[in-house]
């Protein structure tokens, strides 16, 4: 199943969406992420396409119509990502997972980017290498022009790698203490250059998506994360994105797959190419 606004040849499109249903990176005793991809695409068609007298219309987004052209890639493997993102260069992957490890497999294409990570966890254990919790370990980028947001799990380890490089961090409580223009203040004096948004589903509190491989109570909900997200996608030089931790077995009513697939669409109408 192809995600329903990829109609494009690969060659025209702007978009290219990559699923990797991958799971090997994952220490979480709640299995099942692997089978995120498709949910996000199974789900898209049922709330984003309406048949009207013999005829189908797509839904629109609150960031407007969505006109980039899209590609579905399909589905590939974890060790073959890295190869198939090189090959798309001039376009912008949209990686779906599978645990967040894949990540750290698509970045070894973006060594001059600066990383916008939405996570509960920091991520940035050194101690263990190649799974979901050493990501930006992983990643041969500079860290200290990067920027984590909604953390609110880390570990010592972790805490003590986030002061070595200097790594921001804008915990999930700074979304109600501070306020949203705040975060957005924060991002831009600390961004610079080609960016990489990476989301992992866990940001999200799990009363709004309980479908994810780790919950962390006390996230940040869905119109926060929009609000950042739409002026990150107009006002920065994007060069990749994805979201990671869909995990159907233990979503409700299917909510984080909506949610993933609602957040895909907004920020792909929201895009503005940068030279």
């Known amino acids: 199943m192809k995600f329903p606004y990829a109609n494009a040849p690969l060659q025209e499109a702007e978009f290219v969406i990559i699923g990797v249903p991958d799971e090997s990176g994952s220490m979480s005793q709640r299995t099942g992420c692997k089978k995120g991809p498709d949910a996000i695409r199974a789900v898209a068609y049922e709330r984003c396409i309406f048949k009207r007298k013999g005829t189908f219309s797509l839904a629109q987004v609150s960031s407007g119509a969505i006109t980039q052209k899209i590609h579905d890639y399909g589905n590939v493997d974890k060790k073959k990502i890295s190869k198939v993102v090189e090959v798309l260069k001039g376009k912008i992957p949209v990686v779906l997972g599978g645990d967040h490890s894949i990540t750290a497999e698509v970045l070894k294409n973006f060594k001059d980017v600066t ?161």
């Not at 990643?139 to 921001?168: D, F, H, M, T, Y």
């Not at 700074?174 to 589903?201: M, P, Q, T």
């Open 115 to 275: 990383i916008i990570y939405f996570d509960a966890h920091p991520d940035i254990i050194s101690s263990m290498h190649g799974y979901y919790g050493s990501v930006l370990s992983d990643a041969e980028v500079n860290l200290g022009r990067s920027i984590e947001i909604g953390i609110r799990e880390p570990e010592i380890e972790e805490l003590k790698n986030i002061k070595k490089q200097r790594l921001e961090i804008v915990y999930a409580e700074e979304f109600y203490e501070k306020g949203l223009e705040h975060i957005w203040a924060r991002i831009k004096n600390k961004v610079k250059g080609k960016v990489y948004v990476s989301i992992d589903l866990d940001v999200f509190d799990p009363a709004f998506a309980p479908g994810v491989s780790c919950p962390v109570p006390g996230g940040i909900n869905f119109n926060q994360a929009l609000f950042l997200l739409k002026r990150i996608f107009k006002e920065l030089h994007i060069v990749g994105f994805d979201i990671m931790e869909l995990n159907p077995r233990y979503d409700q009513d299917e909510r984080t797959s909506h949610l993933a697939a609602k957040l895909i669409l907004e920020m792909i109408a929201s895009y503005k190419k940068k030279n």
